[in-house]
């Protein structure tokens, strides 16, 4: 194989960008480099051209992309393993997240099931200064009240709207979460 590094620039004076245009050969030799294995950073080197050309050659000719080469995994393959729940078998793919449920239902019944074996540092107990009562809340929000209604009461002294609601309560979550 002869390697050929001369190509041609195409500059454009009013712009800082420099164009390369490969000849026949190189167009040639790109092509058998990667059939036998070669990686875009090993042929751009090789011919001293810019790594992006290379790129750009193959995502704009993909009939002459060859596959990748074969890069040995280090990674043992993970064994599949069974749902936390009710002990379906899980299909697990090496290299990604391995799953622990065989489905949302599965996994939102048994952290229902097991609520002590959460983490929950993340929350925090606080005391609704309009009615006292304490509520739950995330570390990072800055929330002062277990509802709106407390709020509207507490803020403007008041009658709420919310308050002649009966479908609401304090310790309502859809209300307090927004408050």
């Given at each position: 194989?002869?390697?050929c590094?001369?190509?041609?620039?195409?500059?454009?004076?009013?712009?800082?960008?420099?164009?390369?245009?490969?000849?026949?050969?190189?167009?040639?030799?790109?092509?058998?480099?990667?059939?036998?294995?070669?990686?875009?950073?090993?042929?751009?080197?090789?011919l001293s051209?810019?790594?992006?050309?290379?790129?750009?050659?193959?995502?704009?000719?993909?009939s002459?992309?060859?596959?990748?080469?074969?890069?040995?995994?280090?990674?043992?393959?993970?064994?599949?393993?069974?749902?936390?729940?009710?002990?379906?078998?899980?299909?697990?793919?090496?290299?990604?997240?391995?799953?622990?449920?065989?489905s949302?239902?599965?996994?939102?019944?048994?952290?229902?099931e097991?609520p002590?074996?959460?983490?929950?540092?993340?929350?925090?107990?606080k005391?609704?200064?309009?009615?006292?009562?304490?509520?739950?809340?995330?570390?990072?929000?800055?929330?002062?009240?277990?509802?709106?209604?407390?709020?509207?009461?507490?803020r403007?002294?008041?009658?709420?709207?919310?308050s002649?609601?009966?479908?609401?309560?304090c310790?309502?979550?859809?209300?307090s979460?927004?408050?």
């Amino acid at each position: 194989m002869i390697l050929c590094p001369s190509f041609f620039i195409y500059s454009n004076p009013l712009s800082s960008v420099r164009r390369y245009a490969m000849t026949d050969l190189q167009k040639q030799q790109i092509a058998e480099m990667r059939e036998n294995g070669s990686t875009y950073a090993d042929i751009a080197d090789a011919l001293s051209l810019p790594i992006g050309t290379i790129k750009s050659y193959f995502s704009r000719n993909p009939s002459s992309k060859a596959p990748a080469p074969d890069v040995p995994h280090d990674m043992p393959e993970i064994p599949s393993g069974c749902c936390k729940r009710c002990g379906q078998h899980l299909v697990n793919t090496p290299g990604h997240r391995q799953k622990t449920f065989c489905s949302s239902e599965c996994q939102r019944l048994y952290w229902r099931e097991h609520p002590n074996l959460m983490n929950h540092t993340a929350i925090i107990q606080k005391r609704c200064p309009a009615c006292g009562k304490e509520f739950s809340d995330y570390r990072g929000h800055k929330r002062k009240y277990c509802s709106h209604a407390c709020y509207i009461t507490h803020r403007y002294g008041g009658v709420s709207y919310e308050s002649e609601r009966t479908d609401l309560s304090c310790d309502d979550e859809a209300v307090s979460k927004n408050a």
